[in-house]
């Protein structure tokens, strides 16, 4: 999958499992990427897959709580 993709899947992934609305399942992934939380998965494409997806969207609902 593409980082876009990843970005997305990780937001879906909010929505479905935390009923975040998709705005602040957007703001959630926004605030990540900004604070490098990603950077990896532009090196890293392999990064990019389903399995990585679930751990990030995990990890980023821990990290940065809605505001």
Same mark, same amino acid.
């Given at each position: 999958?593409?980082?876009?993709?990843?970005?997305?899947?990780?937001?879906?992934?909010?929505?479905?499992?935390? =009923?975040?609305? $998709?705005?602040?399942?957007?703001?959630?992934?926004? &605030? /990540?990427?900004? %604070?490098?939380?990603?950077? =990896?998965?532009? $090196?890293?494409?392999?990064?990019?897959?389903?399995? &990585? /997806?679930?751990? %990030?969207?995990?990890?980023?609902?821990?990290?940065?709580?809605?505001?």
């Amino acid at each position: 999958m593409s980082y876009e993709a990843h970005l997305d899947e990780v937001a879906t992934l909010l929505t479905e499992w935390y =009923a975040l609305s $998709d705005a602040a399942a957007v703001a959630l992934v926004m &605030r /990540a990427q900004a %604070d490098g939380f990603f950077s =990896a998965h532009d $090196d890293s494409p392999e990064l990019c897959n389903q399995a &990585r /997806a679930e751990q %990030d969207a995990r990890t980023v609902f821990r990290s940065y709580p809605a505001k």
